[in-house]
């Protein structure tokens, strides 16, 4: 496995009961070392089997998410903007012409790492302009270090209450009492804490006190939902059963299923939106069954560059994914051919409602998402 230069952080079992993703509190799946000077994730990799943290110096990020160490669209993006500010606090300390370069590198490198979530671009972005601002006013470079690290630090903390405020709205629209489906995994792990779906069924269950039950889709091939999001819901102790992807239709044929609620990595314009695959199937076969279909996300999840879901790219992962499941022997005849897309896009004419951290948007989805937009910025 890949653990980065800093090596493991373990944590024992008691020690994980105490401090971490139980009572309440939060995983922090991406946080600063002790020092400040690495990113610390909580490697997604091997959940639920063990509670690792490992550090990874900036130049190492790109290679973590790509390989999924950290995942989940706001988490990606938090994890994104950290490193790149750490790249910054590097750069300073090494030759002061090559800062331009280097900081240039380290957004090429993270910006690459993931092509679906635009989450990742967006937290980037931000921190390029802040850059591109301080060079044009020649602001020294450890000024600029500095100013970018309160930038990641704005973008980590209004995550959480970002989603706070989608679990918000998103939790008024269940009945008292429900059955949910929910696909990937979109809690504390995906995010920086709280979650945007698996908040919403997080503020239905602790804040408004709803007696919510909650169908657990394992999520092929990287099984997000079954190593993660149990993990999560169990933790806080929200009633859930676990189920195969393709059990779902059958559950909503017989009336078992009251919503479906899922994340998302990019809305295009129109409301089109990009998620984990799989989430098109739920989408169609609500459809068919008459159960709402709710997309929660924060407004940096809505690219409004993107027209249709059509220009959304959509990520395709190494056949092993699918054909060797824990990483042992393959499960096929060795040599298949193997399609492996990480994501699938939903038609917006499938979605009851996005819920953003501004509130929830019917269709026509065009104008509530760009006022979404719009005051999003509000938020940082
Ligand atoms: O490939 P992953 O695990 O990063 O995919 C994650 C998803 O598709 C989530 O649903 C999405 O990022 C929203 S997370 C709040």
Redesign the pocket.
């Given at each position: 496995t890949f653990c980065g230069k800093s090596g493991l952080i373990t944590m024992g079992r008691e020690e994980e009961r105490k401090g971490i993703g139980w009572g309440g509190m939060e995983y922090a799946s991406v946080a600063l070392s002790a020092d400040g000077k690495r990113l610390r994730l909580l490697d997604?990799r091997v959940l639920p089997q063990c509670v690792e943290y490992v550090e990874f110096e900036p130049d190492e990020v790109p290679r973590a998410i790509k390989l999924?160490v950290v995942?989940?669209?706001?988490?990606?993006g938090a994890a994104a903007a950290y490193a790149y500010a750490l790249a910054a606090d590097r750069a300073v300390r090494g030759d002061a012409g090559k800062f331009q370069g280097e900081m240039q590198r380290a957004y090429e490198e993270l910006f690459a790492s993931?092509p679906?979530?635009v989450?990742l671009a967006w937290a980037l972005n931000r921190l390029a302009a802040v850059v591109r601002a301080a060079l044009d006013d020649n602001v020294a470079p450890e000024k600029i270090a500095a100013k970018l690290m309160d930038e990641a630090h704005v973008i980590a903390h209004r995550d959480i209450k970002i989603?706070q405020a989608i679990g918000a709205f998103g939790s008024a629209l269940l009945p008292e009492s429900c059955n949910v489906l929910h696909?990937?995994?979109?809690?504390a792990l995906?995010?920086v804490g709280w979650?945007?779906?698996?908040?919403v069924i997080r503020s239905a269950h602790e804040v408004r006190k709803k007696s919510i039950h909650v169908y657990v889709d394992e999520?092929r091939p990287?099984l997000?939902g079954a190593r993660l999001t149990a993990w999560e819901l169990m933790a806080c102790q929200i009633p859930m059963t676990l189920i195969c992807d393709n059990m779902a239709a059958m559950l909503m044929r017989q009336g078992k299923i009251d919503a479906v609620l899922?994340?998302?990595?990019r809305i295009a314009a129109n409301g089109d939106t990009?998620?984990?695959?799989g989430?098109y199937s739920a989408a169609v076969v609500a459809r068919a069954h008459n159960v709402p279909f709710y997309v929660?996300?924060p407004s940096s999840?809505v690219d409004l560059e993107v027209l249709t879901g059509e220009q959304i790219p959509i990520?395709e992962r190494d056949a092993d994914e699918i054909v060797r499941p824990s990483g042992e022997s393959s499960v096929a005849p060795e040599g298949v051919r193997v399609f492996n897309p990480?994501?699938d896009m939903t038609p917006a004419s499938f979605i009851t409602a996005i819920v953003t951290e501004n509130g929830v948007i019917y269709p026509p989805f065009e104008d509530g998402l760009r006022e979404s937009v719009r005051k999003g910025h509000e938020w940082l």
């Open positions: 997604q999924m995942r989940g669209a706001p988490a990606i993931r679906t979530a989450n989603n696909h990937c995994n979109t809690g995906a995010t979650g945007t779906a698996l908040g999520t990287r997000q899922v994340g998302a990595d990009a998620n984990k695959i989430t929660c996300a999840t990520e990480a994501f």
